[in-house]
């Protein structure tokens, strides 16, 4: 369980794929000081992706990523030198800041306009149709883990507002028109709105 508020970006060192059928893939992500005190098993949401430390080195963790994971999140794009969002999981007792986040990827949404405003930054994103269903104007969303409230809702495109802060301490700050971003719908409307 996670929250939505990122902690920092890690770096990642290397990332293999079985390229001949994308069907796992081994990541390697300098966490900094968000590696102390983790160990193996612990569940880290990397943009947003609820993933397990497999091996860890000082501050370097290893995370095993299964071919479904990446056909429905943006990992499968990651590269050595990217950077990503960073979030450990929930301890019991701690103050929820953001949404309850379970780090399962709904699927990609694709930026199409990034508009400067004088205090935030307004994102829009298209998200695919079975998407846009769970989705309310003022509700909330994660994208690429960050947790966010929807400003419009317009079919299937959504816009976020960044303020500076939160585009200083994630991964948002280097998007560009035409990226993919994590989506993960929020849980509860989800299970207002599913029929499935």
Known sequence: MFTGIIEGQGIVKKFD????????????????????G????????INGVCLTATHISKKQAEFEIIGETLKKTNLGMIKSGDKVNIERSLKVGERMEGHFVLG???GTGKIIKIEKLSKEIKFWIELPKDLARFVVKKGSITVDGISLTLIDVLKNKIS?????HTM??????SKKIGDKV????DILGK????KD
Request: net charge positive.
């Open 104 to 106: 399962h990827i709904d």
């Open 191 to 194: 299970y207002a709105i599913s």
């Open 160 to 164: 976020i507002c960044i303020i500076p």
């Open 168 to 173: 200083k301490i994630t991964n948002l700050g």
């Open 17 to 36: 794929i079985k390229t001949q059928n994308r069907s796992a893939a081994k990541m390697g992500i300098d966490l900094g000081n968000l590696a102390k």
């Open 38 to 45: 983790l160990q193996i098993g612990d569940s880290v949401a």
């Open 182 to 185: 994590n989506i993960e719908t």
